[in-house]
């Protein structure tokens, strides 16, 4: 496939050998970067549920870069755990309705977040003014999502559900970490 639309785009763009390799290069990377996000939305089409897995996807990744947390060491365990990820985000808000649950759940993810990010792993290591950064990133990002919870929690009831599970698995996962051989402790 991607043979077929470089093919296509050469037809269309005169490119360098040089150009070739890098614009090939390019393409691979963002299909296979993208790959993750691609699946959770083809599976949150067949599930109807598209407007809930881009706020999930945005939240999620958003989220992720600053508290840090496992992550797989290939790239397909790395799709796996993610759309093993979403379909637990999936069947927890479509079947768990206390609003109370996700409340706790939400504290308790947060002060655990505001605590803990950001949790390294040992291939990539922050020095101290990295680590600064993406706490009081982290921390300034669980403040807004308690912002949006809260102006979300009574009219738009998925938001808020979203914002608090993303926030418990995001834990979850930093937690998860502490608990590998791959947890570097700062």
Not at 114 to 131: G, M, N
């Amino acid at each position: 496939m991607i043979d077929k639309f470089f093919y296509f785009v050469q037809q269309k763009i005169d490119l360098s050998e040089q150009d070739e390799e890098l614009f090939r290069y390019g393409l691979e990377s963002l299909i296979c970067d993208c790959s993750d996000f691609f699946a959770v939305i083809m599976i949150s089409l067949f599930l109807h549920d598209l407007f809930n897995a881009v706020v999930y996807i945005v939240l999620f990744s958003v989220l992720r870069v600053y508290t840090g947390g496992w992550h797989a060491m290939t790239k397909k365990r790395c799709l796996c755990v993610y759309i093993v990820l979403y379909l637990v985000y999936y069947i927890t808000r479509s079947n768990l309705h206390s609003s109370l649950i996700y409340g706790l759940g939400y504290a308790a993810g947060s002060i655990y977040t505001c605590f803990e990010a950001p949790v390294e792993h040992i291939y990539a290591p922050l020095d101290c003014a990295e680590r600064t950064k993406n706490h009081n990133a982290a921390v300034f990002i669980i403040g807004l999502y308690t912002m949006l919870s809260v102006i979300s929690c009574s009219r738009f009831n998925s938001i808020f559900r979203t914002i608090c599970l993303v926030t418990v698995i995001n834990a979850c996962m930093m937690e998860f970490l502490k608990h590998t051989a791959y947890w570097r402790q700062p």
